[in-house]
């Protein structure tokens, strides 16, 4: 029987669960020995122009051993953003700044300490001359131009994707009906359970050393090298265990950097870990996108038109949040069917943290706008929201589906997941339960949320088809290591690898050791995100594995004195054997010994995979304080075939808890000045067991022929299917009130002030 | 997030916390359960140069009954006050605040005395004491007095306490067998009150609604005049001006106080 579809138990966990992990701040390596540590000075003020920087009182301080500020860094080039030529180059920044301050929380020296507690005494010594500069927070503000945070950009817009100009009037031609609205798709903080951290070490041959926890040492290696202006072959990164990522770990942030000038500047290690208020003000954001929907149809639910306007919040400091618009854009339309739809994005610059990637990463942008808007047009019609949706969709294809926004999806049958899902849900007794609910006007009331998504995952980078290599080595002992070019942060590479190498090599899963995240033994990958891992990383290896077994004949022929046709490859016993012969046998293992047995393999895809399906969500909201309480989430999530049901619900569970509290809880919120409210965790609420119901996860598997295990991604479904479906549950549940739209979170004042709307507008039009 | 430099000294007796207060002065502070001191220090909203340790003392632990009133020991873990049977059966309201009160490691850290001197206008227990027309014995070297739980909030993050004054027991009226009501308006399990009320044998206190704990004394007035509940919870919010923050403005807060004083009281009857 085949290991594959099976549930093992991930062989990662007893270290986890008994010694622990060994995060960068647990590092105990001996070229780590007499560290210093790094302490940042960053901006309290969102916007200002700096002035004399004093180091000299923190200098005097118990155990100071140096002081930085922009100003000594001055002579590494200024960061261009990432896709400078799509991006305004212009917006440049500076590892610690020197100029302009353009972010609470934006670094702008650094104190360096024999021990670490006491680099927090020290910078409260630092003293910066601050001149205040309006803040930018609002998406108005920054369009306005009217305080432009690059002077030498001219403008705050990092980047247009089309533009107002380009719209069709005649869009919404023969539509009976059109809906408009705008809604936020708010601010979020990734809030890794791990914050950033570096520890840096120079050798004596003048290469960098460094560890940090990442989601790909390769893109960390590069962004290092180019922010230190040196050769990325001088450059090794090591990644340690990750306590969490969820895309703000992709590549190398300025913090990093500096932990490794400072350590070459003195000439001695240096280590550095955030604190929990650095990491809510300072690590990259998620989201943060405003929408203005319209959608058009005929009366009896023919979607026609969907047009979708988005600005972008990217930040102070433009980086792959400002490029998100592109992938929302990309993903517009959805699964649906609809002939006519434009979507166009301009991303800005404001005086906040900056947008980085976050679990979905610009495709929970695009579900959220078009589920919401075609709720916003089922309530304008008056049908049911499911029958709205079934009645779009695409229908099932099997051959790739060109969309008019350049996406082409591999596979779908979109009307089954939502069919399958609403099954699963009992949805035609949920809407029975809600209208008896209704009809008795209790104080709690109960809505339903549908939303269908299709996605995108393991798309390639600029430079192409998306690619990935793996390592097989088979050792004399029974053994085998497996080096991969992702970089698992929670995943369970471990575990998902060595199922794939060991159905093809007959070597048991606990013999197997994976390894990631040193660019020294791995130089090129592609780490992990976007949901690339095992579609392109676990193809690598299948493919190593299967050329390894090729290898291997050929050894086995000559060990036999056999013809390498007629051996046989039998796994249950992880050895060759000839054909008829079965006496006439060599391990696996015994063919790595008198030379390394081990397979490179580079996996190439035809191109990215669209994982689809269909979330229902059931809420109860109280009616008089606006209180909503998730009931139940049921959702199929088809990513193709599933290698390891155990770490795909893993993966299904924790998405659909961040897409719930998006819709439920989580906001970063800024005041008008550009402070930080949610700087803490007593004030940014991330949702806890709590709050959320047992999910309950139906199967749908519809392989894709883009690889040969079949497989999609599944990171983000969770996020993509969850948030809208929750957020529609919250609004059903007061919709017979005359609510059509709570901005997400759907906090209780939120619901409460909706309700107290409705019923005046109600008793308007009564009045009337 | 580390905290400021300090001292440390852990007290043997309540005497010797006094003892201690009186010769440090403004420059120390008491350490309780530390789960309201400590977070302040690291964010450095606090700096006290010494801190002094009462969680070990052992007189100032213990509940026990005086005629009739229960008197509490300031270092008295939410826990136990939760799962005490004679907080229980005499003054249940209390008890099931202080089973609200943040998450299990919470419970087992913090004390009653530190929660009623920390002062918090959304916490549980200043509530819960209003409610119950409770009061605390604040104890210096000149002996002891005792503050009325209405007198014994000052404003925000202020009480009675004197420079060189522990607070070191809390007395509660026993009421076993009256109902009550009690009502935390949360977004999640562990968070502070948005908005609480308390009610109990006409007193209404509602959390969260100033700077203080505050009686809703227009709605008692009502309830004393015979109105009924809903009446009585229509003026729940008359004459406070709460506090605007994330999570609720003034209307909302004031709403909210009505509905929930509402509840508290439909409850008891
Ligand atoms: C995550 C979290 C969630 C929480 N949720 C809630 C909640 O839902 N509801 C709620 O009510 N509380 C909540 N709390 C606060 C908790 O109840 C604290 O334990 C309590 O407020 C303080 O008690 P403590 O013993 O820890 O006091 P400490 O932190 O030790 O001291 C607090 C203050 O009181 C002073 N003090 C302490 N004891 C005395 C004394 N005997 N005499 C004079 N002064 C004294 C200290 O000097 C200090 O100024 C929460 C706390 C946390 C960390």
């Known amino acids: 029987m085949s290991i594959l579809g099976t549930r093992v138990l991930r062989t990662e966990d007893p270290r986890f669960l008994t010694t622990g992990g060994v995060y960068t701040e647990d590092l105990t390596d001996e070229a780590l020995d007499g560290a210093c540590h790094v302490f940042f000075v960053r901006s309290p003020i969102a916007h200002a122009r700096i002035g004399r920087v004093d180091l000299s009182a ?4 118990p155990g100071v051993i140096a002081a930085f500020s922009g100003a000594d860094l001055a002579d590494l080039p200024a960061i261009e953003p990432m896709m400078a030529g799509m991006l305004n180059a212009k917006m440049t920044r500076r590892l610690l700044a020197i100029d302009k301050v353009r972010f609470v929380g934006d670094p702008v020296a650094v104190v360096v300490t024999e021990d670490p507690y006491q680099g927090e005494d020290a910078v409260e010594l630092v003293d910066v001359d601050y001149d205040p500069l309006p803040a930018v927070v609002d998406f108005d503000d920054a369009l306005s131009n009217e305080t432009i945070l690059f002077e030498d950009a001219g403008t705050n817009v990092v980047v247009e994707f089309g533009n107002a100009g380009s719209l069709k009037p005649e869009l919404f031609d023969g539509c009976e009906v059109v809906v408009s609205h705008t809604f936020g798709n708010q601010r979020v903080a990734p809030a890794p359970m791990e914050s950033r951290a570096a520890a840096a070490v120079w050798g004596e041959d003048g290469r960098l050393t460094t560890w940090i926890p990442n989601q790909g040492a390769q893109s960390a290696r590069d962004d290092l090298a180019k922010m230190l202006d040196v050769e990325a072959s001088q450059v090794r990164v090591i990644t340690p265990d990750v306590g969490g990522a969820f895309g703000a770990k992709f590549g190398a942030d300025p913090e990093h950097a500096v932990v490794a000038w400072v350590a070459r500047q003195l000439g001695r290690p240096a280590r550095w870990t955030e604190t929990r208020f650095e990491n809510l003000i300072s690590m990259t954001h998620g989201r943060g996108q405003r929408h203005t929907i319209m959608i058009g149809g005929s009366r009896d639910g023919d979607v026609l038109g969907y047009r979708l306007e988005i600005i972008q919040d990217g930040g102070a400091y433009p980086r792959i949040g400002a490029v998100l618009p592109f992938l929302t854009i990309m993903m517009a339309t959805g699964p649906y069917s609809i002939p006519n739809a434009e979507a166009i994005g301009t991303s800005v610059v404001t005086t906040t943290t900056p947008i980085g990637a976050y679990r979905g990463a610009g495709r929970p942008e695009a579900t959220a706008a078009l589920e919401r808007a075609l709720d916003l047009f089922a309530a304008e019609i008056g049908m049911d929201p499911a029958d709205v949706r079934r009645r779009n969709l695409l229908p099932p294809f099997t051959e790739p589906h060109q969309t008019a926004f350049g996406a082409l999806y591999d596979s779908g049958d979109y009307a089954a997941a939502l069919d399958k899902a609403l099954e699963a849900a ?11 609910r209704r009809a008795s006007g209790g104080t709690v009331q109960m809505g339903i949320g549908v939303s269908c998504y299709v996605e995108i995952t393991g798309g390639g980078d600029e430079s192409g088809a998306p690619q990935e290599n793996a390592t097989v080595e088979v050792h004399p002992d029974g053994t085998a290591t497996i080096l991969t070019g992702t970089s698992p942060h929670g995943q369970g590479h471990s575990t998902a690898w060595a199922m794939i190498a060991s159905e093809e090599l007959g070597i048991p899963v606990e013999n197997f050791t994976v390894r990631w995240g040193d660019t020294d033994l791995i130089p090129v990958g592609g780490g992990t995100g976007g949901s690339r891992s095992l579609q392109q990383g676990g193809a690598a290896v299948q493919q190593a594995s299967k050329e390894l077994i090729e290898l291997a004949r050929e050894r086995a022929a000559a ?11 039998d796994p249950g016993r992880s050895a060759f054997a000839v054909a008829g012969d079965p006496d006439a046998s060599v391990r696996l293992a015994d063919l ?7 397979v490179h393999s580079i996996f190439t895809a035809p191109g990215a995979t669209f994982p689809f399906g269909t979330h229902v969500a059931v809420a109860e909201v109280d009616t008089e304080t606006g209180k909503a309480v998730l009931r139940r989430v049921i959702t199929v999530d088809d990513a193709g075939l599933v290698l390891n049901p155990l770490l795909a619900e893993g993966q299904r569970h924790g998405g659909i808890a961040q897409g ?7 906001e970063v919120v800024y005041d008008a000045d550009g402070n930080p409210l949610t700087a803490s965790f007593a004030d940014y609420p991330i949702v806890s067991a709590t709050e959320l119901p047992s999910f309950e996860l139906a199967s749908m598997e519809t392989p ?3 690889n040969p295990l079949g497989v999609k991604g599944i990171g983000e479904a969770g996020t993509i299917g969850a948030t809208p479906a929750v957020q529609s549950a919250i609004i059903d549940a007061v919709a017979h009130l005359g609510v059509r739209h709570v901005e997400m979170p759907t906090t209780p004042m939120r619901v409460w002030r909706a309700l107290v709307e409705a019923s005046a507008q109600g008793t308007d039009s009564e009045s009337a | 997030m580390i905290p400021a430099p300090f001292d440390y000294v852990a007290a043997e007796s309540a005497a010797h916390a006094i ?10 502070k008491v350490l309780a359960g530390g789960h309201s001191l400590l977070p302040m220090m690291k964010l450095r909203l606090a700096a006290p140069e010494v801190l002094i340790d009462i969680a070990r003392v052992a007189d100032l632990a213990g509940i026990s009954v005086d005629g009739d009133e229960l008197v509490i020991g300031a270092t008295t873990r939410h826990a136990d006050l939760a799962s005490s049977e004679l907080v229980r059966a005499d003054a249940p309201l209390l008890a099931h605040a202080a089973s609200l009160v943040g998450d299990p490691q919470i419970r087992h850290r913090g004390t009653i005395g530190g929660s009623l001197a920390h002062a918090d206008p959304a916490a549980d227990l200043p509530m819960a004491l209003v409610a119950l027309g409770g009061s605390v014995e604040l104890t210096s070297a000149g002996g002891t007095r005792l503050v009325a739980a209405d007198d014994f909030f000052a404003g925000f993050f202020e009480t009675a306490l004197e420079p060189g004054e522990l607070l070191t027991a809390v007395r509660v009226p026993r009421r076993p067998g009256v109902a009550w009501g009690y009502q935390k308006f949360v977004r999640r399990a562990n968070d502070w009150a948005i908005v609480g009320a308390a009610a109990i044998d006409g007193r209404i206190a509602l959390a969260n609604m100033g700077s203080v704990p505050v009686r809703a004394r227009a709605a008692e007035q009502a309830l004393a005049d015979g109105a009924s509940a809903a009446d009585a919870a229509r003026l729940a919010a008359d004459g406070t001006s709460p506090g605007e923050d994330i999570h609720a403005d003034r209307a909302f807060r004031q709403h909210l106080a009505r509905v929930l004083t509402r509840r508290a009281l439909e409850h008891i009857s």
Do not use: I, V
């Open chain 1, 58 to 61: 923190a200098l005097a301080a």
């Open chain 1, 426 to 436: 009992g949805y035609a007794d949920l809407r029975a339960e809600q209208a008896s």
């Open chain 1, 559 to 569: 060990a036999l004195e056999a013809s390498a046709a007629d051996l046989q490859f």
């Open chain 1, 592 to 598: 790595a010994k008198d030379e390394r047995l081990f």
């Open chain 1, 660 to 666: 719930a509290a998006q819709a439920l809880l989580e």
């Open chain 1, 704 to 706: 894709t022929s883009y």
């Open chain 2, 19 to 28: 003892e201690l207060l009186s010769q440090h002065g403004d420059d120390a």
